[in-house]
């Protein structure tokens, strides 16, 4: 498989950066999509304000088990968001961390993302 990554950012009054994933395996003579569009990084942010504020990195792994012919993926994500309603303290958001990981299972057309996992936005 090959990967191909796809970056937009928008400076602003809210600002925002994202990155997505999508994997391509040959198949034939053309390529297959076997992952579209899943989002690996992602920052928001907002000047002045602890509101709507958070960033997320995700990481791919190869997995131990094998669906329909192909390798797991391992998702890691770590996680940063503001404190909602919080204030500032020296120009800084007070902030929660956390991580996740998932399992992305190969079934037979493509690697299934689960609900919310494939956008991550903050509301997502």
């Given at each position: 498989?090959?990967?191909?990554?796809?970056?937009?950012?928008?400076?602003?009054?809210?600002?925002?950066?994202?990155?997505?994933?999508?994997?391509?395996?040959?198949?034939?003579?053309?390529?297959?999509?076997?992952?579209?569009?899943?989002?690996?990084?992602?920052?928001?942010?907002?000047?002045?304000?602890?509101?709507?504020?958070?960033?997320?990195q995700r990481t791919?792994?190869?997995?131990?088990?094998?669906?329909?012919g192909y390798t797991?993926?391992?998702?890691?994500?770590?996680?940063?968001?503001?404190?909602?309603?919080?204030?500032?303290?020296?120009?800084?958001?007070?902030?929660?961390?956390?991580?996740?990981?998932?399992?992305?299972?190969?079934?037979?057309?493509?690697?299934?993302?689960?609900?919310?996992?494939?956008?991550?936005?903050?509301?997502?």
């Amino acid at each position: 498989a090959f990967g191909l990554r796809i970056n937009h950012s928008h400076n602003g009054g809210t600002s925002s950066f994202w990155e997505r994933l999508s994997l391509y395996v040959p198949n034939k003579s053309q390529l297959k999509p076997v992952l579209l569009n899943l989002t690996m990084r992602r920052s928001v942010w907002q000047q002045s304000v602890c509101a709507d504020t958070g960033s997320t990195q995700r990481t791919v792994a190869i997995g131990n088990a094998i669906h329909h012919g192909y390798t797991d993926l391992v998702l890691v994500a770590n996680n940063t968001e503001a404190v909602q309603e919080e204030k500032m303290i020296a120009g800084n958001c007070p902030e929660k961390k956390w991580s996740s990981d998932h399992t992305l299972l190969y079934d037979g057309v493509k690697y299934v993302i689960p609900k919310g996992l494939k956008f991550l936005w903050l509301n997502d």
